[in-house]
């Protein structure tokens, strides 16, 4: 067994005139530690100048995402092992600006997702005497996989639709608003519409698949969006053969 592994990681720093390049580091083999662990290792004792975002190590927060050799991964959930004998090479997320070594700018996808309005829209609110808005199981099962999302951005790093059109609103975002969508306390699925059936909306999609790939949660963002386009077609076909049941 090894007792060491060597880790290539991407370093650049946005504000100076360096290019990037990557920087080898040894670090200690362990059978029980991720690479998060790695990265925290040589925060600690070989280099503290090394930057990377991470917060829960528990798979929730969504903030570890990075490149491990070439693959979108969540660095809290992957072993070490699974790359022996290495090298193994770290980098930030692809489809984002670096900013400081393994950090990107999420600015974009954070204007991505706002557009898709990902909460609860009501058209007029019922008052508290009446209670609270019941639902079911099944009207849960029906958005619970979508709600699942912990915005972790690896799904952008995969979809190569989002590499060659930057504007593309992307699959997080329109998990996210299907999982309103379906939500039957929901009532601004035609608000979300009006932005996802533009150019840069679910029809830029090329069902690749894989977004739900590498999603950690199993969300299955290709599938939420195809779901979207089979929905939007009906709603079309309807609105030519039903003009007048239209609203």
Not at 121 to 130: F, H, N, T, V, W
Not at 137 to 159: E, F, G, T
Not at 229 to 246: D, F, H, I, V, Y
Request: hydrophobic share 40%; aromatic share 10%; net charge negative.
């Amino acid at each position: 067994m090894a007792e060491s592994i060597t880790l290539e990681i991407f370093r650049y720093l946005s504000e100076s005139e360096t290019k990037p390049a990557f920087q080898t580091y040894e670090v200690p083999f362990r059978r029980d530690w991720v690479i998060l662990d790695a990265l925290n290792y040589i925060k600690d004792n070989l280099d503290g100048t090394l930057s990377f975002r991470w917060s829960c190590r528990m798979g929730v927060c969504g903030s570890c995402g990075m490149m491990v050799d070439g693959t979108p991964v969540l660095t809290c959930a992957t072993f070490m092992e699974k790359f022996l004998p290495g090298p193994i090479r770290v980098e930030p997320l692809v489809n984002f600006p670096a900013v400081r070594d393994l950090v990107i700018e999420m600015d974009d996808f954070m204007g991505k997702l706002s557009r898709v309005k990902p909460w609860i829209i009501r058209d007029e609110e019922k008052p508290l005497s009446q209670g609270e808005y019941i639902q079911t199981p099944a009207q849960l099962h029906d958005y619970k996989q979508y709600s699942m999302c912990i915005n972790c951005m690896l799904c952008y790093a995969a979809c190569p639709i989002v590499g060659l059109e930057p504007g593309f609103v992307g699959p997080a975002a329109i998990a996210l608003a299907q999982r309103y969508n379906l939500d039957n306390r929901d009532q601004g699925k035609k608000e979300r519409m009006e932005v996802l059936s533009q150019d840069d909306g679910i029809y830029e999609c090329t069902l690749v698949g894989e977004c739900s790939v590498v999603c950690p949660k199993s969300v299955d963002p290709a599938g939420a969006i195809q779901r979207y386009k089979a929905t939007t077609a009906m709603e079309w076909w309807k609105s030519l053969l039903l003009p007048w049941g239209k609203k």
